[in-house]
Each structure stands twice: as structure tokens, then as C-alpha cells.
């Protein structure tokens, strides 16, 4: 499975980014695919993630801002951002596994990452 990300760049305080995720293999036959995040000198987290049947998880800090979801084109897994803080500046990466569970954070497949910068 191979994952590229792209969407990242600078936004506003409040304002708003759509990051997509191609990947090589449906979507829709992965167990797990998730959104990772990388702050400067932090280390990684999981944003969000969606599971086979299309439950989706969020960590408190960007739930009801972000919303994780696959595309009817069944290559491709988005992220919109809304609402954006500074604090959501970060590397952000595309993860996916083809077993679950998709709780943990054992994501075999992971893209190169894009870059989101928010300014105050």
C-alpha cells in the first residue's frame, strides 16, 4: 500500500484546510486508515481514524473541528480542517493497516506527510 498526502500549507487562525490521502490500494478494503500528526519538537499523535465499516474516532482536542472521511472515488482518504489554531501546526501524515484493531497505533503503511501551518 502506498500513501501520498497532499493539501497541507499555511492558514489563518479559524480558517480552514482540506488534506487528502491517495492511495494504491481501495480504500475501502483497508481495515484501518488513519490521520497522524507530528507538532514541532513533539511527538507524533493520532488525529483520527476510520475503520472498515466507517466508524471514525477523533482525539478530544480536534473533535468537531476535523472530520475524517473516504472519498467515493474508493483511492482516496480526506481530512478537513476547520477552525484552525495554531496548536494544530504540524507534520501530517496518512496511515493505513489492513488488520485491525484500528485503536492501536500499529499502522503498517504511511505516507511522506504535509505540512500544515497555522498562524495566530
Known amino acids: 500500500v502506498q500513501l501520498v498526502e497532499s493539501g497541507g500549507g499555511s492558514a489563518q487562525a479559524g480558517g480552514s484546510l482540506r488534506l487528502s490521502c491517495t492511495s494504491s490500494?481501495?480504500?475501502?478494503?483497508?481495515?484501518?486508515m488513519g490521520w497522524y500528526r507530528q507538532p514541532p519538537g513533539k511527538e507524533r499523535e493520532r488525529v483520527a481514524y476510520?475503520?472498515?465499516?466507517?466508524?471514525?474516532v477523533y482525539r478530544d482536542s480536534v473533535r468537531d473541528r476535523f472530520t475524517i472521511s473516504k472519498g467515493s472515488a474508493k483511492n482516496t482518504l480526506w481530512l478537513q480542517l476547520t477552525g484552525l489554531k495554531p496548536e494544530d501546526t504540524a507534520m501530517y501524515y496518512c496511515?493505513?493497516?489492513?488488520?485491525?484493531?484500528?485503536?492501536?497505533?500499529?499502522?503498517?503503511?504511511w505516507g511522506q506527510g504535509t505540512e500544515v501551518t497555522v498562524s495566530s
Open positions: 476510520i475503520t472498515k465499516a466507517g466508524n471514525t
Open positions: 496511515a493505513a493497516s489492513t488488520t485491525g484493531p484500528c485503536s492501536t497505533n500499529l499502522y503498517t503503511y
Open positions: 490500494t481501495d480504500t475501502y478494503k483497508l481495515a484501518c
